[in-house]
């Protein structure tokens, strides 16, 4: 079973920058996302890669600002976040893409990490 832990949240002003990392305990052979859970608010979409690095989707919230990259030799996937909002605020999380075709539905993914907070001081 793959296990995932994330890394790299934490406090910065809006206007700086984060990278996110994801390590994952094994080869996943699989599509990955970040998706993130302010409180209160269902856990939302962030963005999404093949497995190849080849391809790339994001929501469109984070469009421009956020950049999402794997390095298969090291089995991690990073997330990028640049110009963070106050709105940003939130736990990240990555997962495996397990199911289906729709990468934007966190039901379709699988193999959760515990997650990593950032707040977005404005």
């Known amino acids: 079973q793959v296990q995932l832990v994330e890394s790299g949240g934490g406090l910065v002003q809006a206007g700086g920058s984060l990278r996110l990392s994801c390590v994952a305990s094994?080869?996943?052979?699989?599509?990955m996302g970040w998706f993130r859970q302010a409180p209160g608010k269902e856990r939302d979409f962030v963005a999404a890669?093949?497995?190849?690095?080849?391809?790339?989707v994001y929501a469109d919230s984070v469009k421009g600002r956020f950049t999402i990259s794997i390095d298969n030799a090291k089995n991690t996937m990073y997330l990028q976040m640049n110009k963070l909002k106050p709105e940003d605020t939130a736990i990240y999380s990555c997962?495996?893409?397990?199911?289906?075709?729709?990468?934007?539905?966190?039901?379709?993914?699988?193999?959760w990490g515990q997650g990593t907070q950032v707040t977005v001081s404005s």
């Open positions: 997962a495996v893409h397990l199911y289906g075709s729709n990468s934007y539905d966190p039901y379709e993914y699988g193999y």
């Open positions: 094994g080869r996943t052979f699989a599509n």
């Open positions: 890669i093949s497995w190849s690095g080849a391809y790339t």
